[in-house]
């Protein structure tokens, strides 16, 4: 059974950072058909990718254009975990986050059931 937990959630001031996890179990997220991610929703708002990992051809990671480069999306292979570190948080940021793995292979999707980020100016 696949699980995606995340964890890291919390109500930061603006400009402070914030680290989130997502522990995988019953896959091994160095997988070449895995696709992983980091996306959010804000109240009101649709859901939306965050920052992207590819394993094939090549491990690559993408991200939004909007976050100007203020959060990282990285992975640990030995404790089988994703990351995502965001720094100079904005308000705009406030959202829940939601770890997502998608198989290209199987054409599957797996979610985690998000963690609350807050942040107050």
């Known amino acids: 059974q696949v699980q995606l937990v995340e964890s890291g959630g919390a109500s930061v001031q603006s400009g402070g950072s914030l680290r989130l996890s997502c522990a995988a179990s019953?896959?091994?997220?160095?997988?070449?058909?895995?696709?992983m991610s980091w996306y959010r929703q804000a109240p009101g708002k649709e859901r939306e990718a965050v920052a992207t990992i590819t394993n094939f051809p090549s491990r690559r990671t993408d991200y939004s254009a909007s976050l100007k480069g203020r959060f990282t999306m990285s992975r640990d292979d030995h404790k089988n975990t994703l990351y995502l570190q965001m720094s100079r948080m904005e308000p705009e940021d406030t959202a829940v986050y939601y770890c997502?793995?998608?198989?290209?292979?199987?054409?599957?999707?797996?979610w985690g059931q998000g963690t609350q980020v807050t942040v107050s100016s």
């Open positions: 019953g896959l091994t997220l160095t997988y070449s058909g895995y696709k």
């Open positions: 997502h793995v998608f198989d290209v292979h199987e054409i599957r999707e797996y």
